[in-house]
């Protein structure tokens, strides 16, 4: 089946660790997006890619990196500069960019303690 | 600079009554895309529709529709005779070029 796969559901870290959020899509869609959700906030945008090794910063990127060596896979590194990492985090990706729909990955739930 | 504005930070209505979700923007570019998208308790988000800025139909889905308004930017969305499975939060999203920004979302309680 075609779709997002985002590893692992639950992720616990210990402050101060950096931690790798995976997101793989076989949508052979261009543009991957990764977005942090905390209660009250909506998504907010921490990268996106349009293509191969070039990604570009959202509203949230401090604290946050990310590669994009292959058009199916955009993983999201939390550093321990990310001064609040504990969140929901969704990786997405669409056909072309902003003017087509973007599909969703069951997300992935980080604590850091 | 882009911005959309769900005002509704939550909504609760008994079954069967009809309920609107608003939802409004603001950009500067004179192409660009508005999507809703539902995300029920699992977490993952589901597409549920995508307009471009120069379709002002409104658009209707069995119990779902939409009222897309430029004079107003507002992208606004019914739910008529809501069901229990409604129950959820709904993101507005405004798309453009290389990206996608979302609203603060409206967390829907539909009471049985």
């Known amino acids: 089946d075609g779709g997002i796969t985002q590893s692992p559901k639950y992720l616990f870290r210990k402050e101060g660790q950096n931690v790798t959020l995976s997101c793989e899509q076989n949508?052979?869609?261009?543009?991957m997006y990764w977005y942090r959700q905390d209660p009250g906030q909506g998504l907010r945008l921490i990268y996106y890619?349009?293509?191969?090794?070039?990604?570009q910063k959202g509203d949230i990127a401090e604290g946050y990196s990310v590669s994009r060596e292959k058009k199916e896979s955009f993983p999201l590194t939390v550093t321990s500069a990310q001064k609040n990492p504990t969140a929901f985090y969704l990786c997405?990706?669409?056909?072309?960019?902003?003017?087509?729909?973007?599909?969703f990955g069951q997300g992935t739930r980080l604590t850091v303690v | 600079a882009q911005k959309v504005t769900q005002a509704q930070t939550e909504i609760s209505v008994v079954e069967k009554e009809d309920v609107t979700l608003d939802c409004v923007y603001e950009?500067?570019?004179?192409?660009?895309?508005l999507f809703w998208y539902k995300q029920p308790p699992s977490g993952e988000l589901v597409f549920l529709i995508r307009?471009?800025?120069?379709?002002?139909q409104n658009e209707i889905s069995g119990r779902y529709s939409w009222n897309f308004q430029k004079s107003t930017s507002s992208f606004n969305f019914t739910i008529t005779a809501s069901q229990v499975v409604d129950s959820a939060v709904y993101f507005c999203?405004?798309?453009?070029?290389?990206?996608?920004?979302f609203g603060k979302g409206t967390r829907l309680h539909i009471l049985p």
């Open positions: 997405a990706s669409s056909i072309f960019g902003g003017n087509t729909e973007a599909f």
């Open positions: 949508l052979n869609h261009d543009a």
């Open positions: 890619s349009q293509i191969v090794n070039d990604f």
């Open positions: 950009t500067r570019d004179t192409t660009y895309y």
């Open positions: 307009r471009n800025s120069f379709d002002e």
């Open positions: 999203a405004l798309g453009r070029d290389d990206k996608i920004i």
